[in-house]
């Protein structure tokens, strides 16, 4: 058990281009999260996904954004036709059981 | 809605002496609490949590944490501070979702441990 493991650590973009990030979560851990974490900001949930289906997004996630998770193993969270207001730190988290999440080291996203 | 307000953006401490970091939630229903804390660009790691049974919660790091459902308050204490314990601590609420819980966090506290 390696934990919760994302990538890329950090991104520079520039403001338009498209992103994916990825996040391996712990091997037996059916449920995952998203959240993104502006500077000075608690975490926001943005999406969650039990096993491969999406059951619950937050009105945070714009259309420019969509999340995947194929064969309930890995998730990517794609922005498209990024904007400044995108620049935040994408933290993932995955759980087996109500209560028990284990948080990832994120992927903080720089649009310039 | 549920949600977590922390009242200090900042706290700073000097070495070995205790600290304090408040939390109030609002909830109509019960709640489950937790308090993370954030090292510079890491992640989220579990200081302790509430789900039920006795209101005083002890944690990993020394940290303790007392349920007040009069007070609706979650306040972390720690009676001797490190200077390692200098980070960013976060207070949250579980709320339910489809087959699951989110959390909902609180702005955030700023320890910092002088020496």
């Known amino acids: 058990d390696t934990g919760v493991s994302q990538n890329p650590r950090h991104k520079i973009t520039k403001r338009g281009q498209n992103v994916t990030f990825r996040c391996d979560p712990i091997?037996?851990?059916?449920?995952l999260y998203w959240y993104r974490q502006t500077l000075g900001q608690g975490p926001e949930f943005l999406t969650y996904?039990?096993?491969?289906?999406?059951?619950?997004k937050s009105r945070l996630l714009s259309d420019r954004f969509s999340a995947e998770r194929p064969k309930g193993s890995f998730s990517t969270l794609e922005i498209q036709r990024t904007e400044q207001g995108d620049s935040a730190m994408y933290l993932c988290?995955?759980?087996?059981?109500?209560?028990?999440?284990?948080f990832g080291s994120g992927t903080r996203l720089t649009v310039v | 809605a549920q949600s977590v307000t922390q009242l200090d953006s900042q706290v700073p401490v000097f070495e070995e002496a205790p600290v304090e970091l408040r939390c109030n939630y609002s909830?109509?229903?019960?709640?489950?609490l937790f308090w993370y804390v954030q090292y510079p660009n890491q992640g989220l790691q579990l200081l302790l949590k509430?789900?039920?049974?006795?209101?005083l919660v002890k944690g990993i790091n020394g940290f303790e944490a007392e349920f007040n459902k009069s007070q609706t308050s979650f306040h972390l204490r720690k009676p001797s501070v490190h200077i390692s314990d200098t980070a960013e601590y976060f207070c949250?609420?579980?709320?339910?979702?489809?087959?699951?819980?989110?959390?909902?966090f609180g702005q955030g506290t700023r320890l910092t441990i002088n020496p």
């Open positions: 988290a995955s759980s087996a059981l109500d209560y028990g999440y284990t």
């Open positions: 091997s037996e851990h059916n449920r």
């Open positions: 996904f039990q096993n491969e289906a999406q059951l619950e």
């Open positions: 909830s109509s229903v019960s709640v489950y």
């Open positions: 509430y789900l039920s049974g006795s209101t």
């Open positions: 949250a609420v579980s709320v339910g979702i489809q087959g699951a819980q989110k959390l909902v």
